[in-house]
T-cell receptor, first 111, second 114 residues
Framework: GDSVTQMEGPVTLSEEAFLTINCTYT??????LFWYVQYPGEGLQLLLK?????DKGSNKGFEATYRKETTSFHLEKGSVQVSDSAVYFC??????????FGTGTRLQVFP | DVKVTQSSRYLVKRTGEKVFLECVQD?????MFWYRQDPGLGLRLIYF???????EKGDIPEGYSVSREKKERFSLILESASTNQTSMYLC?????????????FGPGTRLTVL
């Protein structure tokens, strides 16, 4: 079945470091891909999305490119801040309103 | 400001109790969802509703039921709570149809069953 695999955390970085969180997927059709973020004590919120191959989603300095050839949607940010500390979820949907989530990756950024 | 609200942030119940978790959205969304979130397992879909009085089982419906009598409200019911239902419960809503519809989440209810 369709699934999402994320790198395990926590990812621990110093402020202004470069961030990559890996996400790969398995899907029978042509999925749409998403990154959601969960700040401490809150629900999830959409960070960015991409609906077709080679699309790049971006928001708040974060970027992810839909790579069909490697079935990946890795999240990157050039310079992280303490306020980026959160749990990040990769997700997909295939011809449905339902989402399939990865297990989440916790990011901790220290000053 | 769009909102999904959940009736409680924290809830403590005893084994065997009937538990109701309420979720309300103010965006006139057709779809509503209940997930549970557990460490190392991510979010797993319990139930999905695509219209009033319409529902569909998710990946882990056992031990749960749902009710959607009005468009804005979606309730999750634990018929007889058990300790393995201790978890964080998240409600979400979205528009129906289209290519990509963002899901909007509530803040979650952390349920402890003793």
């Amino acid at each position: 079945g369709d699934s999402v695999t994320q790198m395990e955390g926590p990812v621990t970085l110093s402020e202004e470091a470069f961030l990559t969180i890996n996400c790969t997927y398995t899907a029978t059709g042509y999925p749409s891909l998403f990154w959601y973020v969960q700040y401490p004590g809150e629900g999830l919120q959409l960070l960015l999305k991409a609906t077709k191959a080679d699309d790049k989603g971006s928001n708040k300095g974060f970027e992810a490119t839909y790579r069909k050839e490697t079935t990946s949607f890795h999240l990157e940010k050039g310079s992280v801040q303490v306020s980026d500390s959160a749990v990040y979820f990769c997700a997909l949907s295939v011809n449905t309103d339902k989402l399939i989530f990865g297990t989440g990756t916790r990011l901790q950024v220290f000053p | 400001d769009v909102k999904v609200t959940q009736s409680s942030r924290y809830l403590v119940k005893r084994t065997g109790e009937k538990v109701f978790l309420e979720c309300v959205q103010d965006m006139d969304h057709e779809n509503m969802f209940w997930y549970r979130q557990d460490p190392g397992l991510g979010l797993r879909l319990i139930y999905f509703s695509y219209d009033v009085k319409m529902k569909e089982k998710g990946d882990i419906p056992e031990g749960y039921s749902v009710s959607r009598e009005k468009k804005e409200r979606f309730s999750l019911i634990l018929e007889s709570a058990s300790t393995n239902q201790t978890s964080m419960y998240l409600c979400a809503s979205s528009l129906a149809g289209g290519v990509v519809n963002e899901q909007f989440f509530g803040p979650g209810t952390r349920l402890t069953v003793l």
